[in-house]
């Protein structure tokens, strides 16, 4: 399994941008898909999952401004950020967590920087 994200880079405050996922090889159900997020000296946190069942859970400090949505295939994965803050600066990673065969899967992250 492999997960290729991309669409980061740099916006100013306010701005938006939208971060792909590719997800490649066999991926069983159930699973929870997500993006995730370090900042320099933080620990990785979520961002927001979505179950195979599609249920979601948003991180509290992106709920409101941050979608997580799929294409039809649930192969890609898309994040669409909006009013970007400062602090929304870190490297975004999707992963996949397989919870059959109880497997995680990590993208190679994407930087994501927003100034002011």
């Known amino acids: 399994v492999q997960l290729q994200a991309s669409g980061g880079g740099l916006v100013q405050v306010g701005g938006s941008l939208r971060l792909s996922c590719a997800v490649s090889?066999?991926?069983?159900?159930?699973?929870?898909m997500g993006w995730y997020r370090q900042a320099p000296g933080k620990k990785r946190e979520l961002v927001v999952r979505i179950t195979s069942g599609e249920t979601t859970t948003y991180g509290d400090s992106v709920e409101g401004r941050f979608t997580i949505s799929r294409d039809s295939t649930k192969r890609t994965m898309y994040l669409q950020m909006n009013s970007l803050k400062p602090e929304d600066t870190a490297v975004y990673y999707c992963g996949v967590h397989d919870l059959k065969i109880q497997n995680q899967y990590w993208g190679q992250g994407t930087l994501v920087t927003v100034s002011s």
């Open positions: 090889g066999n991926i069983f159900s159930p699973n929870v």
